[in-house]
């Protein structure tokens, strides 16, 4: 089985701080995708990856950086964490024509205070 | 602008039959995508349709049809395991890129 695998289910950080959320995949997919929920909102696209050291803008992108340096990691990087950036974090990964969409990761939780 | 629509809520009795609305209008469409997602998991794929018509699996059928932007999920004999958040996506691009509604809540009661 595909496992997409995130670092941290939860996570507390001080606004202000320099936050890195891990994604790891095992599948050899090229096509990665941060992706943030929030209640009320559904899964908002951060940032996607199609290929190694490339990247492309999600919907809503500001506040957020992404790294892809090798095909099976992507890393969305909070710049300065703000209070308005606590939400749940799903990475999701896939190849390109999938009839199956994408393998999500478990989320990561972050909290920032 | 991109639009995914679903209900909020919806609730159901087991044993009952209940049918999940979705209209989209995407600046790109390859496909519709219906997710589960329980209470603090991960979504899990539940269904994929890419020519307009009716896909059933089970207890879970998916319908789409492309001219009206529309699709259904319909989810048959409820059990209570069934409660849990229903995700329509369209994948907007060839690789794989998904926009997502905000998720139909669907209550299972005894």
């Known amino acids: 089985d595909v496992k997409v695998t995130q670092s941290s289910r939860y996570l507390v950080k001080r606004t202000g701080e320099k936050v890195f959320l891990e994604c790891v995949q095992d599948?050899?997919?090229?096509?990665m995708f941060w992706y943030r929920q929030d209640p009320g909102l559904g899964l908002r696209l951060i940032y996607f990856?199609?290929?190694?050291?490339?990247?492309e803008k999600g919907d809503i992108p500001e506040g957020y950086s992404v790294s892809r340096e090798k095909k099976e990691r992507f890393s969305l990087i909070l710049e300065s964490a703000s209070t308005n950036q606590t939400s749940m974090y799903l990475c999701?990964?896939?190849?390109?024509?999938?009839?199956?969409?994408?393998?999500f990761g478990s989320g990561t939780r972050l909290t920032v205070v | 602008g991109q639009n995914i629509d679903q209900p909020t809520e919806m609730t159901a009795t087991e044993g009952a039959i209940v049918q999940i609305n979705c209209t989209y209008q995407?600046?790109?469409?390859?496909?519709l995508f219906w997710y589960q997602q329980h209470a603090g998991e991960a979504p899990t794929f539940l269904s994929y349709?890419?020519?307009?018509g009716l896909e059933e699996k089970g207890r879970f059928s998916s319908f789409l049809s492309r001219s009206k932007g529309y699709s259904y999920l319909l989810l048959k004999e409820l059990q209570m395991k069934d409660s849990a958040s229903y995700l329509c996506?369209?994948?907007?691009?060839?690789?794989?890129?998904?926009?997502f509604g905000a998720g139909t809540q669907v209550v299972v009661t005894p």
């Open positions: 999701a990964s896939t190849i390109t024509g999938a009839n199956y969409g994408y393998t």
């Open positions: 996506a369209v994948l907007t691009d060839s690789w794989g890129k998904l926009q």
């Open positions: 990856s199609y290929d190694v050291k490339m990247k």
């Open positions: 995407t600046s790109g469409f390859n496909g």
């Open positions: 349709n890419v020519l307009d």
């Open positions: 599948m050899d997919h090229e096509n």
